[in-house]
Nanobody
Framework: QLQASGGGLVQAGGSLRLSCAAS????????MGWYRQAPGNHRELVAV???????NYAHSVKGRFTISRDNAKITVLLQMNDLKPEDTAVYYC???????????WGQGTLVTVSS
């Protein structure tokens, strides 16, 4: 139901954009977001966006990352700028609420930031 893409290797200070494609019914109704999990750490919230575009960010990424909706492509985007080595993690797309009876996860995509 969720298909994530866009991870890769980038140097510190660089940028990457992650994409999460969803079914239209999920995209139109659910709160969607990105979480990440670094080795040895718990999965943590990165950013969320509701179905009317209201956003919320983790303090550690505020001002560097931007979550948005592409209504034409039924995709949620995470633009990541000024990446830091501590942003290295597997990033997961998530959706909950709306028509969903339980939250759903996309497959993870690895982001590696070298110093």
């Amino acid at each position: 139901q969720l298909q994530a893409s866009g991870g890769g290797l980038v140097q510190a200070g660089g940028s990457l954009r992650l994409s999460c494609a969803a079914s239209e019914s999920i995209f139109r109704t659910a709160i969607m977001g990105w979480y990440r999990q670094a080795p040895g750490n718990h999965r943590e919230l990165v950013a969320v966006i509701d179905n009317i575009g209201k956003t919320n960010y983790a303090h550690s990424v505020k001002g560097r990352f931007t979550i948005s909706r592409d209504n034409a492509k039924i995709t949620v985007l995470l633009q990541m700028n000024d990446l830091k080595p501590e942003d290295t993690a597997v990033y997961y797309c998530n959706a909950f609420g709306g028509i969903l009876s339980r939250q759903v996860w996309g497959q993870g995509t690895l982001v590696t930031v070298s110093s």
